[in-house]
């Protein structure tokens, strides 16, 4: 494991604050970098079935249930009480028929264990669902659940993500805590930054769940807002392209992707092609501060 101190703090007032999700592009992109990521890992069978998830996560974006928003005097309200827009505890009904469209196109080409899960989810009725919705946001992760919880991850994600893509930024505002979701209340992934115009070289929250992200300081603990003593770790032998910002103050980190160093980079898909990194930073102390939910069951959360 290589360290690093890091001594830049670009200003971020003129940044944009939010970027919302990229609907025609952002599942597909995903599909293609597990795909990428597959070849030649240890984890390969793994990774391509997530490839073959997020590809499915794509298609069920055209034959969509209705999925409304939170009405206007909602929106306002949650803005008022510096509230996310979008609840997770209040779902859309539609999620669950993203859902068994994802098990349907998946079944026949899962893993055997996955199999099991999808025939599962095929099967089981509104409540069920709603209630692995729910341990899945907030609760206690059973084993009978572990295999069927990324798929719920997934629906959920489909059904996020289109509500995100329909925000307007200029209702959204920056909460007081850094690494929740302004859009849905969720905790960020990983951080990514960013190549682009506009954007160049600015570090972005990646929401777990609806796929915004969000602008934050670089070099600043995205958990504690700690400027001090902050470190950047990677594997031994990588391009640098995934790093964990790990935090001595608080004994949190989480992953960084650099798009400079790779235009490629996902900061749902590097992270599961990037669990050693996971597993030196947890021996070294450190807890990490937001969920890949595709990962949450699969192997133990
Ligand atoms: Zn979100
Ligand atoms: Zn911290």
Redesign the pocket.
């Given at each position: 494991m290589q360290s690093q101190p890091i001594d830049f703090h670009p200003p971020t007032e003129d940044a944009a604050p939010f970027l919302l999700p990229a609907l025609g592009t952002l599942f597909v992109d995903r599909a293609d970098r597990f795909a990428a990521l597959a070849r030649e890992h240890s984890l390969g069978d793994w990774l391509a079935f997530l490839g073959r998830l997020s590809q499915a996560q794509h298609d069920a974006l055209k034959a969509l249930p209705g999925l409304p928003l939170p009405d206007a005097a909602a929106r306002q309200q949650a803005r008022t009480h510096g509230m996310p827009p979008l609840d997770p505890a209040r779902r859309p009904a539609g999620w669950r028929a993203i859902l068994r469209h994802l098990a349907g196109q998946l079944e026949a080409e899962a893993p055997p264990a996955a199999r099991a899960a999808l025939t599962g989810l095929l099967t089981v009725d509104d409540a069920r669902l709603e209630k692995m919705a729910d341990v899945l946001l907030d609760g206690e992760i059973e084993a009978a659940d572990a295999a069927a919880l990324p798929f719920v991850a997934a629906a959920l994600q489909v059904a996020?993500t289109v509500l995100?893509s329909r925000l307007d930024v200029a209702d959204l505002q920056k909460l007081d805590a850094h690494n929740v979701?302004p859009?849905?209340g969720?905790p960020a992934v990983a951080s990514v930054v960013r190549l682009g115009a506009a954007i160049n070289n600015l570090r972005y929250l990646h929401?777990s769940?609806?796929n915004?992200e969000w602008n934050v300081a670089r070099a600043t603990c995205t958990t504690c807002d700690t400027d001090q003593q902050v470190a950047l770790q990677e594997l031994e032998g990588s391009k640098g392209a995934v790093r964990a910002e790990t935090c001595d103050a608080c004994q949190s980190y989480l992953k960084i992707v650099y798009q400079d160093k790779d235009p490629n980079v996902d900061p749902v898909a590097d992270d599961l092609a990037t669990l050693a990194l996971d597993l030196l930073v947890d021996e070294a102390g450190y807890q990490r501060a937001g969920p890949n939910l595709l990962l949450i069951g699969a192997h133990g959360g």
């Open positions: 996020y995100a979701c859009c849905c969720s929401c769940l609806c915004s």
